[in-house]
């Protein structure tokens, strides 16, 4: 097992958000999430499951749906949408566009990312389903379809309505398929300021404004739901997505969100553990033409750790029973358990790495003998 004791990582699927224990940070948001991009690890969690009103960060699930039409063609970015009386009338925090008036999609885009713009997620929400009621249905739908098996939505803009709800769970579920998804598009989100009909608003996202690395995503606020950020940012080619809602002020989002992220940048890492295909262990194989097989893992295995703790991996290696020949290529016969203090344990499957055949009947015969006769002197 010297393979294992040069490395230290820990092994997530993207979403079976197994929490990181030994979480050094706090924070005065009421739901919180932090996840590493490649690993899905979660690296810091507070009622990550708990429903809540998700505001103006609804939006990011109608610009999905909208980036989804542009890659598919039923929008372009040059099209223009007639801006109707609905659209218009529409409270809160606005583009300003001006009923009847054409405006491009494009620039109802950045309307929606940047300046947060209810009027204009209207605007594109009829454009794409004839009313603002059939894109809400489709709005959940594919969030169903994403995994976000704890979010409604009733409007496009996340205008509150006690039926309108998410997880910060499932806001990352989210923010990763929009990276994923749409990384020729996701470059709106790092825009800091946009002037639309003479009028200048800046990005409310308080991250893109101070130097640690952030590129996105989009604020929120309800009365209810209190404030609240999906960010996401990027350093060194590591990318972290977080999630935070329930915050009392401005203030307090800007300084919470700014430490938390920073903090997911800078104290983990990811380590590769091993590639598909490396040997990881050998074990004796019974009746067989070799005596030895190789154990692999069939896949990449990218993991987080905390940075500093690369000497405390354990690895231990256990097989379902004893391996007798014959044994095929990648049938599964035994678990790899990989712990770190404070961190957890996780298992991966180990597979054969060749076929052994099995041995032919007069050697096979002797065989038998042997391990007969081994066996009783063994007792």
């Known amino acids: 097992m010297t393979y294992f004791r040069i490395l230290s990582v820990v092994f997530v699927l993207f979403l079976s958000l197994f929490p990181v224990r030994a979480q050094a940070m706090n924070t005065s948001a009421k739901q919180a999430v932090i996840i590493d991009m490649q690993t899905g690890q979660v690296l810091f969690e507070k009622n990550k499951d708990m429903r809540m009103p998700t505001s103006s960060m609804s939006k990011v699930m109608s610009m999905y749906l909208v980036f989804d039409a542009l890659k598919d063609g039923r929008l372009k970015l040059d099209d223009e949408i007639e801006v109707s009386e609905k659209a218009w009338r529409m409270g809160g925090s606005k583009m300003f566009i001006e009923v009847g008036k054409k405006v491009k999609v494009e620039d109802l885009i950045r309307g929606v990312i940047v300046q947060s713009g209810n009027d204009a997620t209207i605007a594109l929400a009829e454009a794409l389903s004839g009313s603002e009621e059939a894109f809400a249905r489709t709005l959940t739908d594919t969030a169903k379809d994403l995994g976000m098996i704890n979010s409604n939505f009733v409007n496009a803009s996340g205008w509150p309505d006690d039926n309108h709800y998410s997880t910060a769970e499932d806001l990352a579920v989210l923010a990763k398929a929009l990276i994923t998804n749409f990384p020729d598009d996701y470059h709106y989100y790092s825009e800091k300021e946009f002037t639309y009909n003479e009028i200048n608003q800046p990005n409310r996202n308080p991250l893109l404004f101070r130097n640690i690395d952030a590129d996105g995503i989009k604020t929120g606020h ?4 209190g404030y609240g950020l999906m960010a996401s940012g990027i350093r060194d080619g590591r990318r972290v997505i977080m999630v935070l809602n329930g915050m009392e002020s401005e203030k307090e989002r800007a300084q919470e969100s700014a430490k938390l992220l920073d903090w997911a940048l800078r104290e983990f890492e990811n380590k590769k553990l091993f590639a598909a295909g490396d040997v990881l262990e050998t074990a004796p194989v019974k009746m067989g033409k070799e005596k030895e097989l190789p154990l692999i893992g069939e896949e990449d295995l990218f993991l987080t750790i ?8 354990k690895a231990d290696t256990v097989l379902n029973g004893e391996i007798i020949a014959p044994v095929k290529a990648g049938q599964e016969l035994g678990t790899l358990t990989v712990t770190l203090p404070e961190l ?10 060749k076929d052994i055949e099995e041995l032919g009947f007069f050697a096979g015969t002797f065989e038998r003998i042997r391990l007969s006769i081994k066996e009783m002197l063994d007792r």
Not at 222 to 225: C, I, K
Not at 344 to 353: D, K, M
């Open 306 to 313: 905390q940075k500093g703790s690369a000497d405390n991996i």
């Open 222 to 225: 309800t009365e209810a739901g």
């Open 344 to 353: 957890g344990s996780f298992e991966r499957t180990l597979v054969a790495g």
